[in-house]
């Protein structure tokens, strides 16, 4: 289950299974994506939201993934990519990584997100 809301560019991942198959999709298309690494009970994530709901409307060229990580079937694979830490931000450009941002930091956030889209 996908859910899209509006103009903007965010996405909501509803499951594990949704999950690994935009993520392979990404990698696989060589698509530009930014996955945004969230929990409800996450009182920065909370805060960063409005920040990052306001940049999936400034491009919308550059779709942004909300992953919550307690997703049933999602603990292995944020092992593997090494999220330890919430809120955490991974750009993609052409499907590989390129960037990340961990924390709540509006600046760095905003730099990433305008870089990405400079490189599209």
Same mark, same amino acid.
């Given at each position: 289950? !996908? +859910?899209? $809301?509006?103009?903007?560019?965010?996405?909501? !991942?509803?499951?594990? =299974?949704?999950?690994?198959?935009?993520?392979?999709? +990404?990698?696989?298309? @060589?698509?530009?994506?930014?996955?945004?690494?969230?929990?409800?009970?996450?009182?920065?994530?909370?805060?960063?939201?409005?920040?990052?709901?306001?940049?999936?409307?400034?491009?919308?060229?550059?779709?942004?993934? @909300?992953?919550?990580?307690?997703?049933?079937?999602?603990?292995? $694979?944020? &092992?593997? #990519?090494?999220?330890? &830490?919430?809120?955490?931000?991974?750009?993609?450009?052409?499907?590989?990584?390129?960037?990340?941002? !961990?924390?709540? =930091? +509006?600046?760095? #956030?905003?730099?990433?997100?305008?870089? #990405?889209?400079?490189?599209?």
């Amino acid at each position: 289950l !996908v +859910v899209r $809301r509006g103009d903007s560019s965010m996405v909501v !991942v509803g499951s594990a =299974d949704s999950y690994e198959d935009i993520h392979a999709k +990404v990698q696989a298309e @060589k698509l530009p994506a930014v996955f945004y690494y969230t929990a409800v009970w996450c009182g920065p994530c909370r805060a960063m939201a409005p920040v990052i709901e306001k940049m999936s409307r400034q491009y919308p060229k550059i779709p942004v993934y @909300k992953v919550d990580i307690d997703m049933e079937g999602l603990g292995t $694979r944020l &092992s593997n #990519l090494k999220i330890f &830490s919430i809120p955490t931000f991974h750009f993609y450009h052409k499907g590989e990584k390129s960037s990340e941002v !961990v924390g709540a =930091d +509006v600046k760095k #956030l905003e730099a990433a997100m305008e870089s #990405l889209h400079k490189q599209q």
